[in-house]
C-alpha cells in the first residue's frame, strides 16, 4: 500500500467519512472549513488518489463521483505496523512505553488499556 500525503490523507478523511460517493465539488466544500483550496488543486489530489488506487471514479452525467476502494482502517492499520517497524524496531512495546512516557493518561483510559490487553490476552 502507498503512503498517502498529508493532504492526500486530507481528501480521503473526507471521503472515508461520507456515507456515499462524492463529487468533486461536494469533497472541495467539505475541506473549506480547513483548506482554501482550488477546485483544481482538488482535482489534482483526487487523480493522484485514483491512480494510487485508494478510489474509483465513477462519471454520472457531468460529474465525477468518488468512493474509497481502501478502507480507513485497512490504511490506519497498515501505517500504524510501518511507523512501529520503523520508529520502534518492530516492538509494540517500545511504542507504548513512549506514549505512556510522554503522555499523562488518564485513569479510565488506563483501564480501557488494561481491559484491552486482558481480552487480547484471554485469546491466546
Not at 480547513?34 to 488506487?53: C, E, P
Amino acid at each position: 500500500m502507498k503512503k498517502l500525503s498529508e493532504s492526500e490523507l486530507d481528501v480521503m478523511l473526507v471521503i472515508w467519512n461520507a456515507e456515499e460517493a462524492l463529487d468533486t465539488g461536494e469533497i472541495v466544500r467539505r475541506l473549506a472549513p480547513q483548506y482554501d483550496w482550488k477546485l483544481q488543486a482538488v482535482q489534482v489530489f483526487l487523480s493522484r488518489l485514483v491512480k494510487k488506487g485508494f478510489l474509483r471514479c465513477e462519471k454520472l452525467g457531468r460529474l465525477n463521483y468518488y468512493a474509497p476502494l481502501v478502507a480507513e482502517s485497512a490504511y490506519r492499520a497498515h501505517e500504524t505496523a510501518s511507523f512501529v517497524e520503523k520508529l520502534y524496531r518492530n516492538s509494540p512495546k517500545s511504542l507504548i512505553t513512549a506514549l505512556v512516557q510522554s503522555q499523562p493518561l488518564s485513569g479510565e483510559e488506563l483501564q480501557e488499556i488494561r481491559e484491552l490487553l486482558d481480552r487480547e490476552e484471554e485469546k491466546e
